[in-house]
């Protein structure tokens, strides 16, 4: 250590005074603008002290995230692991890049990393959080896309080998059909060849999902293309539906491949016909829309200014918030066993994104579902 020399003079008491108060003021500004979220909690899980961060990421005033445990914020399912966490910071050790989901006051979650470390001397924690929402997002999402991939290889080689099978057959009941003459027995194979027919369809389903086939655009006006539509289901809409139309004119010729729309709209509003077993109001709305909101996610994929969206909105029995995650996975359905293959919502989203639109879906139980189908206004061909 260096002597004091007879020129250094001691620092004043109010000097030392000022430094201490500078440094808390730094510390507390660092705290106050960080973006990360900060506490300092108990080691009983109340928290003592938190930044604005928190309430920035969640919504909770300082007053209701201090008011309660710090337990009560935790998603239900993280809760047992969050306890064990905390055990182990009882305990003196650290704890780095451990993650969780905590409860936003509009009822959504947020994933949230941590770094914490225990003040064993004022049974303490000193905590950092990091909002991971975005990157799990983001991580789910190239899971899925994943996995649909290695469905669609998997689905092209199923395909060819059921086709293979089934075409010898399709021409021996067809056969069978011509030459029979016992009444009885021809309509054992009529069973038979719709059941097949049944079969067929969903290889060729198979087919589209794992190799979608090129498109045959052309320009279409979407007066004319509801009115095809509504002659296509004018056979398979109950009584007991009620189908509304409302056109926001004007609106712009669209470049599509026809078929494939019709095709798309005709198994959405089957599925929101089959939602409504007792009966129900379908409501289809189309309108020119702009890209006015850009916060939007789904127009961050997309660069064009100039959308038609068509809305279909049922009150059927909705979709689950469990369920409406995975509702665009091949072969997943909310369906009973045996009355859906899973593969319409699949091919649907894949052929609007194969046009370079997009589709969403907002449901809730009880409440009905709304299908949002986005598709970009592009120059005539």
């Given at each position: ?5 007879s020129?250094?003079?001691?620092l ?17 500004l ?12 108990g080691?009983?899980?109340?928290l003592k ?5 928190w309430t920035?990421?969640?919504g909770?005033?300082?007053q209701?995230?201090?008011s ?5 914020f ?7 692991l969050t ?9 003196g050790q650290?704890?780095?890049n ?5 409860l936003?006051?509009?009822g959504?979650?947020?994933w949230?990393?941590?770094s914490?470390l225990?003040?064993?001397?004022s049974?303490s ?11 799990k997002?983001?991580?789910q999402?190239?899971l ?5 991939e290695?469905?669609?290889v998997?689905?092209?080689g199923?395909?060819h080998h059921?086709?293979?099978a089934l075409?010898?057959?399709?021409m ?30 969903l ?6 999902f794992?190799k979608?086939?090129p ?7 979407v007066?004319a293309?509801?009115k095809?539509?509504?002659e ?31 095709q798309?709209?005709?198994d959405?509003i089957?599925?929101a016909i089959?939602?409504?077993p ?16 850009p ?8 660069s064009s ?8 909105k ?18 997943y ?16 989203n894949t ?14 139980i009880?409440?009905g579902?709304?299908?949002e189908?986005?598709l ?6």
């Open positions: 250590m260096k002597p004091q020399t020129q250094e003079k001691p004043h008491p109010n000097t030392l005074l000022q430094k201490e108060t500078d440094a808390r003021t730094q510390r507390d660092l705290f106050e603008i960080s973006a990360d979220l900060l506490c300092i909690a080691y009983d899980g109340i002290q938190i930044n604005p961060a920035h990421c969640l909770w005033t300082e209701e995230l201090l309660q445990p710090v337990i009560n935790v998603h239900p399912d993280d809760r047992e306890l064990s966490a905390r055990q182990t910071l009882t305990k650290d704890l780095k451990f993650e969780n989901r905590y936003c006051k509009d959504s979650f947020r949230l990393s941590w914490s225990p003040y064993p001397a049974s924690v000193f905590c950092i959080a990091r909002d991971i929402t975005q990157s997002e983001v991580e999402h190239l899925r896309i994943n996995r649909i290695s469905v669609g998997l689905s092209a199923i395909a059921l086709n293979n075409t010898p057959i399709s021996t009941l067809d056969y069978l059909h011509a030459k029979e003459r016992d009444q009885a027995h021809r309509k054992m194979i009529s069973v038979s060849q719709e059941s097949l027919h049944r079969g067929i369809q290889i060729q389903r198979l087919v589209k794992s979608p086939q498109l045959q655009s052309g320009q279409i006006h007066p293309l509801l095809g539509l509504m296509l289901l004018s056979e398979n809409v109950p009584d007991s539906i009620q189908i509304e139309q409302q056109l926001h004119e004007p609106l712009p010729v669209l470049v599509a491949d026809a078929n494939i729309l019709q798309v709209f005709v959405l089957l599925n089959e939602a409504m007792h009966g129900g109001k379908i409501h289809i709305s189309v309108s020119s829309v702009l890209r006015e909101h916060e939007k996610s789904i127009f961050h994929q997309n200014e100039h959308f038609v969206l068509f809305e279909i049922d009150n059927g029995v909705g979709i689950s918030e469990t369920d409406l995650p995975r509702i665009f996975e091949p072969f359905t909310t369906k009973k066993h045996g009355l859906g293959t899973g593969l319409g919502l699949s091919t649907a052929a609007i994104q194969n046009h370079g639109g997009f589709l969403t879906i907002a449901s809730q009880d409440a579902s709304t299908v189908i986005y970009p206004v592009t120059p005539p061909l």
